[in-house]
């Protein structure tokens, strides 16, 4: 595990980036956020990107909702959210890698879902653009790994902390030497529907982001009740961050993690847009 990458995964800057809008005023500060984070990633490119992202009753409609899912296919076609397929490439797996973490992991006692056919939306996209921009073909493989936090009950964020340590002990175990990060997406503060639509909150956004830097366990064990109060309902996606988060060195016991770079934009669309790149030290 050499690195985490954490972003907002806001539908709209998908369609931005579709419709040629990225350098219009409104989009280009937003995007102007993502540009040292495509440098690094020109430097810094893994083998394959374990990407936790919440499925938006895209593939998983409600008549099933796994609460942890991964995806070990070999390749995943991105879905149709009610447009048309976003003209993105299709997403190449890494089946061999992925039943090694989902055998290691559910040794580990977290009981995953095993997905051999998935289609991926807009929380797994969107990140894959922002990091890479709009190649013809990705230029990673990436195992996408579904969490739900789309209905009640969500898991919480101290499960989802140690199931980012047991996912770095299983990438640990895996017999190829392969440069693989983890990436958290969802967030930050925003709230789609009901009276509090609309809402942002910098100040509480800044701090889970401080936080999250230097103490990730002690926030882990924030209550889902703070997320929604003070992030609004949809700010519980945040608690996929603290998986990426687990599977850093430090959460095992070794060196904190150097932060390569950080970006915090309000608004994309109803969304205040987070970031972050945390390096591990050798
Ligand atoms: C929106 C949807 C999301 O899934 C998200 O993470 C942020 C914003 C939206 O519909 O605006
Ligand atoms: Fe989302």
Known sequence: M????????????GAAI????TAEPYWAPMFAGFEPSKAWMKTHRPDVV????NDHATNFDLSVIPTFAIGTAAEFE???EGYGARPVPKVIGHPELASHIAQSVI???????LVNELKVDHGLTVPMNLMFGTPAEWPVRVIPFHVNVVQYPVPSGA???????????AIESFDQPLNVQIWGTGGMSHQLQGPRAGLINRKWDNAFLDRLIADPQDLSAMPHIDYVREAGSEG???????????????????????????????????????????????
């Open 2 to 13: 050499s690195a985490s990458v954490y972003s907002s995964h806001v539908p709209a800057i």
């Open 236 to 282: 519980i996606e945040l608690v996929m961050w603290l998986i990426a988060r687990g599977a850093m060195a430090d959460a095992g016991g070794g060196r904190s993690p150097r932060v390569a770079h950080r970006f915090y934009h309000v608004p994309a669309s109803n969304t205040a847009v987070g970031h972050l790149i945390l390096e591990n030290q050798a």
């Open 78 to 80: 991105p879905a149709d």
């Open 50 to 53: 374990f990407l936790v992202y």
């Open 18 to 21: 579709d419709h040629g809008k």
């Open 107 to 113: 040794q580990q006692g977290f009981d995953l879902t």
């Open 159 to 169: 499960r989802c902390f140690a199931l980012g340590q047991a996912i770095r002990r």
